[in-house]
């Protein structure tokens, strides 16, 4: 709680303010607002005594534990039906969502009639099991889909409660191909209003809980779709990421999270969107989310263009062995928080394993700007214009918003409105900073591509902690930095689950690499799942940490 006093203490002058020269101002500006934001944490600190945790109930059913390639296979060869499957992931949804809160809508009787047409299609085709791997090999497995990606006749909504009657008239391009695979969605999950939140809050829905701890947040966006993976009332979803939401919440609830390379992946059928359609596409992608790393690839391949399947030889072998390997432990800037004992050791774990398995050691990435590149990051995403927000087509009513929200007679969620306050104020930045921002940006972009090469990869931290209480996040915006950073470059990453803390919380790692090289990150993360285990089911109290 006191951290900022230590802060204080430790803060350097030469910090604050080293170039570039514009940002200066800003830097000491945000710095003091999040020092002061911890004090106005404090009744919040004291209401958080008498909130206690609910454990989820414990994994019974075996099929809910096979990937989702084991379990595709065992529909194509009917070892198992895919009534059986969908039969299982609903009454698990139905059993933890009180729990969790993670579902916007569901659509388990419209499924099991999709699932009892794939079970009619296996038990009349002539196609071989192979032919049916090759044409349809998400055949008859359960997907989730976030609730910002539109499905056919269910809502629209995003979060915001003037939506609420809002229908999508027809599928998103990737949950088309994803149903054109065999694929069966059985429902949408949870989001921030507007996908505007590290949480997944809304006034429509309310809060998704974390599996691992209730008490504690799911991270956001893609909040829903991380909760329900952790449970095992998912086994692969759809998520998006403009600022880490595929690899924060990820990170918070101990599941896997790939953003792939801009432009690999359509990303049409995503509300909100934004008119700028060519900025949008370099740093806004959708990806996929599984409970195991190997399933990542599995749908990357079905929802990515076709012209990107061939640029990205996802199926073309990795030898790890070879990879090149840099790690970063700590951005070092001032505005995020020091990065704790045990994310640090989640990657010391990795970077010691991939120590015995390469032939070249670890080494520590030197791009000395980079504990600059959070706030400039930030800056140059939040300068894109025409970004669908609360206040599109309603004239500028942010600051009477904020008023309303201020005396609880608002219908959006505060990250919602600041995000609308934040843009206003900050046309007040000079053209020339942003524009300075950039420039650093892509200079060191090109530094990191240089150093990634066609064989190298960077370890970081997801996030510098574990996942905190509900509403903790307005204290560490910034700490966001780790993941907003990679949005800005247009890299591809990957955010794989190590660890659990002592508080029996998942950490993760991300592991980026340059463009197009998707399949290194994956290759890594399929060998940390290999080595640390990867996602295990919350567990209660009681039992024994890992
Ligand atoms: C969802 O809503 C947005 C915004 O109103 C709209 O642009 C989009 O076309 C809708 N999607 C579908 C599939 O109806
Ligand atoms: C920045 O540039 C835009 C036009 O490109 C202009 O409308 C705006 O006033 C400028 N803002 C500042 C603070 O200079
Ligand atoms: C859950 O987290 C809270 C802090 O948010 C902590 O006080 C509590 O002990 C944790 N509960 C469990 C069951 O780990």
Redesign the pocket.
């Known amino acids: 709680m006191f951290r900022w006093v230590v802060k204080l203490r430790g803060l350097r002058i030469r910090n604050l303010v080293m170039a570039p020269p514009g940002i200066a101002a800003l830097r000491v500006f945000l710095w003091t607002v999040f020092r002061a934001a911890n004090f106005l944490y404090l009744p919040v600190f004291v209401t958080r005594i008498f909130h206690r945790a609910t454990p989820c109930p414990p994994i019974e059913n075996d099929i809910l534990l096979l990937t989702a390639v084991e379990l595709a296979e065992k529909i194509r060869k009917r070892e198992l039906t895919c009534e059986a499957v969908v039969k299982a992931y609903i009454e698990r949804v139905k059993e933890v969502n009180p729990i969790i809160n993670a579902v916007i809508e569901d659509r388990f009787h419209d499924a099991l009639e999709d699932a009892k047409e794939v079970d009619r299609f296996l038990s009349n085709t002539l196609m071989t099991t192979e032919e049916i791997e090759e044409k349809k090999p998400l055949l008859g497995i359960p997907l989730t889909v976030k609730g910002s990606i539109e499905v056919e006749g269910m809502k629209n909504t995003s979060g915001v409660v003037s939506r609420a009657n809002v229908i999508a008239k027809e599928d998103a391009i990737i949950v088309k191909s994803a149903r054109d695979a065999g694929a069966i969605p059985i429902l949408t999950s949870n989001i921030p209003e507007l996908c505007l939140n590290w949480e997944s809050t809304n006034k429509l829905v309310g809060t998704t809980r974390n599996p691992h701890n209730t008490t504690r947040t799911v991270g956001g966006s893609s909040g829903g779709e991380a909760g329900l993976l952790a449970t095992a009332a998912s086994i692969i979803g759809v998520g998006s990421d403009i600022a880490g939401s595929l690899r924060l919440p990820a990170h918070f609830c101990g599941v896997w999270g790939h953003k792939p390379t801009p432009r690999v992946v359509p990303f049409a059928g995503h509300y909100p969107s934004c008119k700028n359609e060519d900025e949008w596409r370099e740093v806004f992608t959708l990806g996929p989310m599984a409970r195991y790393a190997k399933d990542l690839k599995l749908l990357l391949k079905i929802i990515a263009n076709p012209e990107a399947k061939e640029t990205l030889r996802l199926d073309e072998p990795v030898a790890l062995e070879d990879l090149r390997i840099y790690y970063i432990e700590d951005l070092e800037s001032i505005l995020t928080n020091k990065v704790s004992s045990v994310c640090l050791d989640a990657l010391h774990s990795v970077v010691d394993h991939m120590n015995k398995l390469c032939h070249v050691e670890c080494e520590k990435a030197k791009i000395p700007l980079l504990k600059y590149a959070p706030e400039m990051a930030s800056l140059v995403l939040l300068d894109i214009d025409d970004v669908d927000n609360l206040f599109v087509g309603r004239g500028d009513g942010s600051y009477a918003e904020l008023f309303r929200y201020f005396t609880f007679r608002s219908k959006s969620v505060f990250m919602a409105i600041a995000y609308g306050v934040v843009r206003k104020l900050s ?5 020339s900073t942003v524009e300075d921002c950039r420039k650093k940006l892509s200079e060191m972009k090109a530094e990191l591509i240089k150093m990634l090469g066609d064989n190298g990869v960077l370890l970081i931290p997801t996030f510098p902690t574990e996942a905190h209480p509900h509403g903790d996040i307005l204290r560490k915006v910034l700490d966001s930095g780790y993941c907003v950073i990679f949005n800005a470059f247009g890299l591809p990453v990957t955010n794989c689950p190590v660890k659990f803390s002592k508080n029996k919380l998942p950490v993760g790692i991300q592991v980026v690499s340059a463009p197009h090289n998707d399949r290194l990150t994956l290759a890594v993360a399929a060998e940390i799942e290999k080595t640390f285990g990867g996602w295990k089911p919350p567990q209660p109290r009681e039992k024994a940490c890992y």
């Open positions: 046309k007040y930045i000079p053209n």
